[in-house]
């Protein structure tokens, strides 16, 4: 079993109401890695310039994080993105976002990666998505995809042949209207996976997750917390504990998409405790467990209806 994990490597810049980030790490791919070496180790692909830190990149070996997929391009700049979040820190505005090296990004699939029997393809060109699905020899036994406004805009035509491509879609509600053109996140859902997908997840931020397939659904919560720090990298968080959690138990069913989701939904409320990746990297298998506790209580009731 391997889990291949695609996804961008950044510098953020955070601002909440409640505060500012000066340039940190960040990246989908780094927030997946991360969160999903608590469940498997990861085969990384992505690319970072010569300024991202060295110390990062350590940090993530030692975590068990493969980097041979990770390219180097010693004399470019990292992807940097910028973004505030509004009042009720479920939404937010991308103030700017620096393609760099991400501009002209083409993955290579090392040798040893093609073991992959998982492959999670956070966000990022879904043309440098789509060529990785088309590198491995053997299709994985399951690829889930994330992705954003940002790629909805701008290459609507690569982004739907991607999409073509996956079994699992995660997109947050906002994402799912505008990718289906419908208000209505039953009737977005049907129409997304009209698309292909057999699965689609609609993440509703503080309000929890929707798992769809076929005609059924299923709802996972978020955990109601007194603070919210910082909720960059949360649905990458959410993405990583998903597939960590199917690639540590090797059943790709819909009723352990459901644990999967609620396993997604424990670690995303980790990540916004704090700025960045700081949270994420301090938690250790009796916090997640304590967390997942707490997730059953929250949802756990009796009823007679007689
Ligand atoms: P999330 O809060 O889970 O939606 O993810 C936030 C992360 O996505 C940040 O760390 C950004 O660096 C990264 N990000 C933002 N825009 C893009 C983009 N267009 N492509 C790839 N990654 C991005």
């Not at 498997?40 to 692909?45: A, D, E, S, Y």
């Not at 060295?54 to 997929?69: K, Y």
């Not at 979040?85 to 393609?99: C, G, K």
């Not at 035509?157 to 906002?174: A, F, W």
């Given at each position: 079993m391997s889990l291949v994990v695609v996804g961008s490597m950044a510098f953020d810049a955070i601002e909440t109401p409640f505060g500012k980030s000066d340039k940190i790490v960040g990246g989908a791919g780094t927030y997946i890695a991360w969160?999903?070496?608590?469940?498997?180790?990861?085969?990384?692909?992505?690319?970072?310039?010569?300024?991202?830190?060295?110390?990062?990149?350590?940090?993530?070996?030692?975590?068990?994080?493969?980097?041979?997929?990770?390219?180097?391009?010693?004399?470019?700049?990292?992807?940097?993105?910028?973004?505030?979040?509004?009042?009720?820190?479920?939404?937010?505005?991308?103030?700017?976002?620096?393609?760099n090296v991400l501009g002209d990004f083409n993955p290579v699939v090392p040798e040893s990666y093609q073991d992959c029997e998982y492959l999670m393809l956070g966000n990022l060109a879904p043309a440098v998505q789509s060529s990785v699905i088309?590198?491995?020899?053997?299709?994985?036994?399951l690829i889930v995809m994330d992705t954003m406004n940002f790629w909805m805009e701008i290459a609507m035509?690569?982004?739907?042949?991607?999409?073509?491509?996956?079994?699992?879609?995660?997109?947050?509600?906002?994402e799912a209207r505008?990718?289906?053109?419908?208000?209505?996140?039953?009737?977005?859902?049907?129409?997304?996976?009209?698309?292909?997908?057999?699965?689609?997840?609609?993440?509703?931020?503080?309000?929890?997750?929707?798992?769809?397939?076929?005609?059924?659904?299923?709802?996972?919560?978020?955990?109601p917390l007194e603070d919210v720090f910082d909720p960059t990298g949360a649905g990458d968080t959410f993405a990583g504990g998903f597939i960590g959690h199917i690639a540590r138990t090797g059943d790709i069913s819909f009723e352990n998409m459901k644990t999967a989701i609620i396993v997604g939904s424990a670690m995303a409320s980790y990540c916004v405790e704090k700025f960045g990746t700081e949270r994420l990297r301090s938690i250790d298998k009796s916090d997640i467990s304590g967390r997942l506790d707490e997730f059953v209580q929250l949802v756990n009731f009796d009823i007679n209806l007689v």
């Open positions: 969160c999903a070496t608590n469940f498997t180790p990861v085969k990384q692909i992505s690319v970072v310039g010569g300024d991202f830190p060295q110390d990062e990149l350590d940090a993530l070996t030692a975590r068990g994080v493969s980097l041979e997929g990770v390219q180097i391009k010693k004399d470019e700049k990292t992807f940097f993105w910028s973004g505030r979040y509004h009042m009720d820190m479920n939404t937010r505005d991308t103030l700017e976002t620096q393609l088309t590198q491995l020899k053997k299709r994985p036994k035509d690569d982004l739907k042949k991607t999409i073509s491509m996956v079994d699992v879609l995660m997109v947050n509600d906002s505008q990718l289906s053109g419908d208000f209505s996140l039953v009737r977005a859902a049907a129409t997304i996976m009209k698309m292909g997908p057999k699965f689609l997840i609609i993440k509703k931020g503080e309000h929890g997750a929707l798992l769809f397939h076929d005609n059924k659904v299923f709802f996972a919560p978020a955990l």
